[in-house]
């Protein structure tokens, strides 16, 4: 499943197709929604954000809609006399002055007004969005020292949207690696410079997947890989996809391990337990 950065990367893609422009016409799949399409007519698309995996269109009328690719959902972009040739079900059409984005195979789709999206069942119980809405490594610090995250361990504790949104299973591992802690250890266990390190590099690694495209590796160590004949796949990451290959930092066997019913990437020498 895409993670944050990638999210955010469609959502800028998404914003230059039909951001700023004004609709022109507007299909929804879902009878729900269809009732609300030709209401759309005739408005600003205001700007496109992130929280989370999920997607938010904002209209000038204060009205946002929200969607959720889940697994097997994807936006497409197109001209408005020129659809995707595609075998996937569409489900949102949104026409702007001949351009299009075209949301397919989702189900996790609903209109909201903006008073109201804090209401979301699904937004309600998210932490700030680490790329959409300019989350400090100071404000990470601070969720990091709640009491309900206090005693969860790393390695799971990444993965809850509730701590901050936007982190998926690679991010989870770099972070882990770059600073030096075994996903056993929990924040109350961390000293204040654990912490701050912490926080530091789930906010910047965050950014330079979203920067990079994926690439959270360093470019000393990405050269070393290249060199070494590794593929993109394995070279994107400082750990993430390199089970067996050797730690870029101390030369220690990269392993790999299930936390959480998901996999994760370590170097048992740089991440002692």
Sequence with gaps: MPEGPEI??????????????????AWFAFPELAVHASSLIGI????????????????ADQRVLYSHNQLYGVWKLHSEDKPPNTKRSLRVRLSAQGRCASLYSASDISLWHEENLVEHPFLSRLGPDLLSQDTTAEQVQ????LKQFQKRRLGALLLDQGLVAGLGNYLRSEILFFTHLHPQLRPIDLTDSQIALLSEKIVSVTHQAYLKAGVTNTQAWIDQAI????PRRQWRFAVFERAGLECHRCGAVIERT??????????PRCQPA
């Design 258 to 267: 299930m936390v959480g019913s998901r996999r994760l990437y370590l170097c």
């Design 44 to 59: 600003h698309v205001s700007r496109i954000d992130t929280w989370g995996k999920a997607m938010l269109i904002r209209f």
């Design 142 to 145: 601070q969720r990091l020292r």
């Design 8 to 25: 955010r990367r469609a959502a800028d893609r998404i914003e230059k197709q039909i951001g700023g422009r004004v609709i022109d016409d």
């Design 227 to 230: 060199n070494a004949g590794e």
